[in-house]
């Protein structure tokens, strides 16, 4: 059960849009449509915006939208706001009622 | 809104057990379809899920941790627990709980921080 791979940062100015992967395997990403993603701020807890790949929790702005294909999926930040500048984990079910994380990505805002 | 608390020592000696409460407010920690999970960062690390509980009693762990995680829960409390045996530096982490439905972790408490040193 390793961590899926993101790459470890991604920038972009005010109003460009970024992309983010999450890498993974058959018994992960590819496997289950159970992808979501978390923006976590220094020192605090992570918070949900993506669920079941594309599915927005209610509140999270619509600048953001998830997609996946084969064990790849992406998160994508439209729109960059100073507020988006966080670190972005996604996770995915791994089957038998487990999770893995991805490692991680630094979003900075320029 | 639905509200999770960490509570536990803070510092933990090399060899002993770690050990959390997660207080669960503003709903039910019976409800059917649900579960309640741990999840840990190490300093400047990324998230590393531990593993979670049914209401029922019913547990599942990481396959790496299983031999030193057990997690717990009292619903008359409305707590659930979190003990890790036979800690070293490498367990030094924030300590999350979080609420699970079968998709995903959708509300997480604030975090505590242990650390593992003598």
């Known amino acids: 059960q390793s961590a899926l791979t993101q790459p470890p940062s991604a920038s972009g100015s005010p109003g460009q849009s970024v992309t983010i992967s999450c890498t993974g395997t058959?018994?992960?990403?590819?496997?289950?449509?159970?992808v979501s993603w978390y923006q976590q701020h220094p020192g605090k807890a992570p918070k949900l915006m993506i669920y079941e790949v594309s599915k927005r929790p209610s509140g999270v702005p619509d600048r953001l939208s998830g997609s996946k294909s084969g064990n790849t999926a992406s998160l994508t930040v439209s729109g960059l706001q100073a507020e988006d500048e966080a670190d972005y984990y996604c996770s995915s079910y791994a089957g038998s009622n487990n999770y893995v994380f991805g490692t991680g990505t630094k979003v900075t805002v320029l | 809104q639905l509200q999770l608390q960490e509570s536990g020592p803070g510092l933990v000696k090399p060899s002993e057990t770690l050990s959390l409460t997660c207080t669960v407010s503003g709903g039910s920690i019976s409800s059917s379809s649900y579960f309640w999970g741990w999840i840990r960062q190490p300093p400047e690390k990324g998230l590393e899920w531990i593993g979670s509980i049914y209401h029922s009693g019913t547990t599942y762990y990481k396959p790496s941790l299983k031999s030193r995680v057990t997690i717990s829960v009292d619903t008359s409390k409305s707590q659930f627990s979190l003990k890790l045996g036979s800690v070293t530096a490498a367990d030094t982490a924030v300590y999350y709980c979080?609420?699970?439905?079968?998709?995903?972790?959708?509300?997480w408490g604030q975090g505590t921080l242990v650390t593992v040193s003598s």
């Open positions: 058959s018994s992960d990403v590819g496997g289950y449509n159970y």
């Open positions: 979080a609420h699970l439905t079968a998709v995903t972790i959708d509300y």
